[in-house]
């Protein structure tokens, strides 16, 4: 399973899974944009470069979030392939290739906009070999 | 509800948590609601108000208004002051849309001049006025011109000839928060804040065409200039991308703040720094710019709002009755335990109620109280009702902001269609255009717990008093 929603009456809560970071990364960016719209719809166009940094793995995972929403917002795109590597020496710094295309009226349709991810219940939980990298997110629509 | 058993009755509409409750509680929970709507809780919403108790510096309780519901951080519907000294500031207690809030504008046209046009009226209101997700608006203001609006808010509008001095007497504060500090803004939410100047946004956002359909107490209606049969417009919406952006960038902030001033939480969206602190200056610095860009964008809406009447029905005075925030955090003076203190009160979907006995009272409504506004969901009725003095010895002057969501929206979209929805309120006569069919489903009325009474519970508690019920008859959502 690459994301589950759970229940949460006002905003959306999610849980995106991976075998390693990147990948739960990657996930939780498919779950984000899966709220507001059809990722179908969206056509690999365009490539948006990432680079961010922070102290550990789940600051990390916030920061990512919120520079995806950020981008959403402000050049009006939507994006639907997350090409993420990852290094921490000390820090974590992810580098990631966003591909998606700016918003066509005609061809997406959206549901709820995400205003926000919060530190709700903000959580990533380790994996090891039995169980997979979770992420758990409240995002405030 | 499912942990109620923890909750002592106090008396009618009154609930306390008690301290042992949750390990790290400085004081109790209080949440003033009837038996029939505590049954729509969910037992998370009672951990919310059990983790602001734990604050550092909290003011006699951790508050929830009658339409409280899970929020992340403060429950919404959740109140909480914190002392000067001791005390912290959170953007858990104010949210992502810093002061989203509603205005109304009264005419002095009636419903029966107005329902005939309506459709044509609602058509017109959904082009003008820029609503739904990625709306850009039609203002280009220059980077120079936001700060001033970050600095001045609604002022700002009013200078650039978007309405009139008196509409800054209806608004909270005057429509601007003191203590604005742009330098605090980060040019990501100046990014996102420039091209939605001047939008209404999406989600539970809307602007209403409505109608008083009853008094409840015609002194104070006069006073509000309010009559039956009225034709009156409701605008709810916020800061924008403006507002989510500022709230997410300093939340990394003081979730620092929070190690470094060893503050244990028990929920990271409560991260907070304390009051005096550099981090807690820059956060409300940064926050009150965003209060301030959402009444300067309730400002220029209401005024193209006033264009599009003008265009239908010629020279229409639209006063402005009232301007609320329902999502900040302010300096306000209370009484605590006989003594006059300056307090951070943080109102996180809830709505300021001051009684006549308040000085920040328009002049023109002293001796009566401020006017609340309460909007229902879409099709259903909204409320005025007038702050009481009652409020500020229960709950540092406030009430309910709304009437509280009781179904999840993806829930909603398995129920409802938006298609269906549209059709159902045209049958009542509302007339409802959206950008997006799913956004009607989602904000389906009956996803909503039933507006009134939330408002009776305020009524009745004395928080707030009832003036006047308005029934929509279009609604341009996003």
């Known amino acids: 399973m690459r994301y589950e929603f759970l229940e949460h009456t006002a905003d959306v809560k999610f849980r995106a899974y991976g075998s390693s970071p990147e990948e739960m990364l990657k996930n939780a960016a498919l779950a984000m944009f899966s709220v507001m719209i059809d990722i179908e719809t969206v056509r690999p166009e365009s490539v948006w470069e990432v680079e961010l940094e922070a102290e550990d793995l789940e600051g990390l995972a916030y920061r990512w979030l919120s520079e995806l929403l950020f981008l959403f917002s402000a050049e009006l795109a939507v994006f639907s392939d997350f090409d993420i590597s990852l290094s921490h020496d000390g820090a974590w710094r992810l580098n990631a290739r966003v591909r998606g295309e700016h918003i066509d009226r005609k061809r997406h349709s959206f549901e709820t906009e995400i205003k926000a991810v919060t530190l709700h219940q903000f959580e990533v939980r380790p994996g090891d070999s039995e169980r997979p990298w979770m992420l758990q997110v409240v995002l405030d629509v | ?478």
């Open chain 2, 1 to 478: 509800m499912r942990g109620d058993h923890m909750l002592d009755k106090i008396e009618e509409n009154i609930y306390e948590l008690p301290i042992g409750y949750k390990e790290g509680m400085r004081v109790p929970g209080r949440i003033f609601i009837s038996e029939s709507l505590l049954e729509m809780v969910e037992p998370g919403t009672i951990e919310q108000v059990a983790n602001v108790a734990t604050l550092p510096g909290i003011v006699k309780y951790s508050m929830a208004m009658p339409d409280a519901h899970l929020g992340y951080g403060f429950p919404i519907g959740g109140v909480a002051a914190f002392r000067e000294d001791g005390g912290v500031i959170s953007p858990g207690g104010v949210g992502f849309d810093i002061n989203c809030g509603v205005r109304l504008l009264r005419t002095d046209l009636t419903v029966d001049e107005v329902k005939p046009l309506i459709s044509d009226l609602i058509e017109s209101l959904f082009e003008e006025i820029p609503s739904g997700v990625g709306a850009t608006s039609r203002l280009h203001v220059s980077d120079s011109e936001l700060t001033e609006a970050f600095i001045a808010g609604a002022r700002w509008a009013v200078e650039q000839g978007y309405g009139t001095d008196e509409d800054l007497e209806h608004c909270e504060e005057n429509g601007c928060l003191k203590g604005a500090d742009p330098s605090q803004v980060s040019a990501k939410a100046r990014k996102r804040g420039r091209p939605q100047f001047g939008t209404l946004g999406s989600g539970n956002h809307f602007l209403e065409v409505q109608y008083v359909g009853r008094i409840y107490d015609e002194d104070i209606a006069k006073r509000f200039g309010l009559f039956k049969g009225q034709v009156t417009v409701m605008i709810h919406c916020g800061s924008r991308g403006a507002g989510h952006q500022i709230c997410t960038d300093h939340l990394e902030v003081l979730s620092r703040a929070v190690r470094k001033y060893n503050i244990d939480l028990p929920d990271k969206q409560l991260a907070c720094a304390p009051i005096g602190t550099p981090e807690a200056r820059n956060y409300f610095g940064a926050m009150a710019a965003a209060a301030n860009y959402a009444w300067a964008n309730r400002q220029i809406i209401a005024h193209w709002t006033r264009e599009v009447f003008a265009k239908y029905f010629g020279d229409v005075e639209m006063p402005l009755v009232y301007d609320v925030a329902h999502n900040v955090a302010k300096i306000e003076e209370h009484m605590v335990d006989n003594r006059l203190e300056r307090l951070y009160v943080h109102r996180k979907g809830a709505t300021r109620s001051f009684g006549p006995s308040r000085k920040e009272v328009p002049s023109d409504y002293r001796g009566v109280g401020q006017p609340l506004l309460i909007p229902g969901s879409m099709g259903t009725p909204s409320y005025v009702l007038c702050g009481q003095d009652r409020a500020l010895e229960l709950t540092f002057g406030s009430a309910c902001h709304g009437s509280g969501r009781i179904m999840s929206r993806s829930q909603a979209k398995k129920t409802y269609r938006g298609a269906d929805v549209r059709a159902s309120l045209q049958r009542e006569g509302i007339k409802v255009m959206a950008t997006e069919p799913a956004v009607l489903a989602e904000e389906a009325p009956e996803v909503y717990k039933p507006s009134h009474e939330v408002v009776e519970v305020v009524h009745a508690l004395g928080l707030a008093k009832k003036v006047a019920q308005m029934i929509p008859l279009g609604v341009s959502k996003g």
